[in-house]
């Protein structure tokens, strides 16, 4: 069964870190690549980071560019989001997600595709970041 499992968050106070881990089961992680998101409260969800695996290829949204780094564990099926210098605007929910459907033979990279919700199919249950001023 292919499953997500995001944990890691908390409250933590304004220019603190945290590290989420997505734990990942049931695809080989290795030709595979994670999104993260985050959905604040009465917000649209939207993706921050993004990694593939077998390219190295790592994407960052401009609002957390320089402050958080995706990664992935060393022999584990696990994808790290550090985030540092947190700002109360970080508050959300966060998710990590991967695409495990067949694309068609014409598709290719687009601008910002990593972020674009509708190229994931297999999300987490997310985990709550709150960073309090």
């Known amino acids: 069964q292919v499953q997500l499992v995001e944990s890691g968050g908390g409250l933590v106070q304004s220019g603190g870190s945290l590290r989420l881990s997505c734990e990942t089961s049931?695809?080989?992680?290795?030709?595979?690549?994670i999104g993260w998101f985050r959905q604040a409260p009465g917000k649209e969800r939207v993706g921050i980071s993004y990694?593939?695996?077998?390219?190295?290829?790592?994407n960052y949204s401009d609002f957390v560019k320089g402050r958080f780094t995706v990664s992935r564990a060393d022999a584990k099926d696990v994808v790290y989001l550090r985030m540092n210098n947190l700002i109360p605007e970080d508050t959300a929910v966060y998710y990590c997600?991967?695409?495990?459907?067949?694309?068609?033979?014409?598709?290719?990279?687009?601008?910002?595709?990593?972020?674009?919700?509708?190229?994931?199919?297999?999300w987490g249950q997310g985990t709550q970041v709150t960073v309090a001023s």
């Open positions: 049931g695809f080989p992680l290795d030709y595979g690549h």
């Open positions: 990694i593939e695996m077998r390219s190295g290829t790592v």
């Open positions: 997600a991967t695409d495990l459907r067949r694309r068609p033979p014409t598709w290719r990279p687009y601008d910002g595709f990593w972020s674009n919700l509708n190229e994931y199919d297999i």
